[in-house]
């Protein structure tokens, strides 16, 4: 089996751009909900309008459909699987889960300039971000997302770069591959 690597995590603690920087290392493609809306969009011929108009209408179960096409990628292997969609893949085989989190500040203070949104707007995402993905979580696993038993590591991003995070996944990564051979 090809090696797949799922990163979950906090909203703004770095999922996203931590696997960008792993990809680079690796070579793996990332998969994440925006990725499986854009190619499922673009294969229906559907406008984004059309398809969350369907989603609304109940016509397309959205969590579903992400957790299918997530995973047919994490049967192919050599794909980071990341964010909300790495939640829903957490039943499958992985070399390397991961659960990135940071403080609740550092944590606003990424949404809010990612997003051009005021410290306050991000803090609310941050959460209800937390409070949804927990909700999945449970619902799926029975725990709380935080839990730690779901993961391979636990990285607090506080104060670390995107980079150093992906260089640390990356090292892990070898050294669990190493492991596995033995």
């Known amino acids: 089996m090809k090696p797949v690597i799922i990163v979950a995590g906090m909203l ?16 793996f493609e990332v998969v994440n ?25 109940g016509e397309v179960d959205l969590e579903g459909l992400i957790r299918n096409v997530a995973i047919d990628y994490v049967e192919e292997g050599n794909v980071i699987v990341e964010g909300r969609t790495a939640f829903l893949v957490l039943d499958r085989p992985a070399i390397l889960k991961v ?14 300039k990612r997003r ?3 410290l306050a ?22 725990k ?7 993961y391979d590591a636990v990285i ?18 070898r050294w669990k591959q190493r492991v596995s051979k033995a």
């Open 12 to 27: 703004g603690a770095g999922c996203t751009s931590v696997a960008f920087e792993l990809s680079k290392l690796t070579g």
């Open 33 to 57: 909900s925006e990725r499986i809306i854009r190619e499922v969009v673009s294969e229906k011929g559907a406008s984004y309008a059309m398809f969350a108009e369907m989603v609304r209408d």
């Open 144 to 150: 709380p997302f935080t839990d730690p038993s779901l």
């Open 99 to 112: 659960f990135l989190y940071a403080d609740r500040r550092a944590r606003a203070e990424r949404v809010a």
């Open 121 to 142: 707007e991000a803090e609310r995402e941050v959460e209800v971000s937390d409070e949804d993905r927990n909700r999945l979580v449970e619902r799926l696993y029975r």
């Open 156 to 173: 607090n991003t506080t104060g670390l770069s995107y980079e150093a995070v992906a260089q640390l996944l990356n090292e892990m990564l």
């Open 116 to 118: 051009g949104v005021s």
